[in-house]
């Protein structure tokens, strides 16, 4: 189990990314494999961030990764701020994001496309947000 | 860190913007500065990306927040030259269907002419 543990400001979304690549470098993933998964998690923790702790740096967001083999590789994303209601998230329609002019909405739809799980759920006062991806490795 | 640099050609009269670097939700409110002023300075625009070696959504939503504004001031607008995992971000969402994306300097020349 990997575990990098942060506060909760935009910078540190680099940070996250370069824990990430370590861990799935250490794994033995292709570089192009690694990418898409170090963007699923930092849309997640991007939103964590701005969203459910208002980019609040006495907060703070704890990033858990775990490798399971043939199972694929799990992350879990923990924080403590206002929860993500995923069962009420709507896929925003592309057409209607360029005529509004609007520049969010689009995380979560690259998260879906990309990771093969995707779960948020609250236990007691955290929210937990669990994802699994299966990849070939490389090594 | 996001890079921006800017570029004015005269004859062919071009607005070459360079994006390097990675834009994620704390840079990308320079991506769109940079935008901003390459769509006030001219109607051909195109968009270096060869350096850049990261963009998350923050960064798309910048790109897809401007092709309405393209397209009533009537600006060519081209992006080129992304290494290959930068582009697939741009596909996972077909973006690359919005978005006039060529490989090289030459081909984006020649599509805002």
Redesign the interface.
């Known amino acids: 189990m990997h575990q990098f543990k942060t506060n909760c400001k935009r910078e540190r979304l680099k940070e996250i990314r370069h824990f990430v690549a370590e861990v799935l470098t250490d794994i033995g993933l292709s570089e192009i494999d690694a990418h898409k998964v170090i963007l699923a998690v930092d849309e997640v923790c991007a939103n964590l961030i701005i969203h459910s702790n208002k980019c609040n740096p006495s907060e703070c967001l704890e990033v858990f990764i775990e490798d399971h083999g043939l199972d694929g590789v799990l992350f879990e994303i923990i924080d403590y701020g206002v929860g993500f209601n995923y069962n009420n998230y709507k896929e925003p329609n592309l057409e209607e994001i360029i005529r509004k002019r609007k520049k969010g909405g689009l995380g979560i739809m690259l998260v879906k496309n990309i990771m093969d799980t995707v779960e948020f759920k609250n236990e007691e006062n955290k929210n937990i947000c669990r994802m699994i991806k299966k990849f070939t490795k490389t090594k | 860190?996001i890079k921006i640099d800017n570029h004015i050609n005269d004859n062919p009269e071009y607005y070459q913007l360079s994006v390097g670097g990675?834009v994620?939700?704390?840079s990308?409110i320079h991506l769109e500065e940079g935008l901003k002023n390459a769509m006030t300075s001219s109607k051909k625009i195109i968009v270096d990306l060869a350096e850049l070696e990261?963009i998350?959504?923050?960064g798309?939503?910048?790109f897809?927040?401007?092709?309405?504004?393209l397209e009533n001031q009537k600006i060519k607008f081209v992006i080129y030259g992304m290494a290959?995992?930068v582009k697939?971000?741009f596909e996972?969402?077909?973006l690359n269907q919005?978005i006039n994306i060529k490989d090289t300097k030459e081909e984006a020349l020649a599509a805002i002419q």
């Open positions: 860190m990675e994620d939700a704390s990308s990261y998350s959504s923050a798309l939503g910048v897809m927040s401007i092709i309405q504004e290959p995992k697939e971000v996972i969402l077909g919005l």
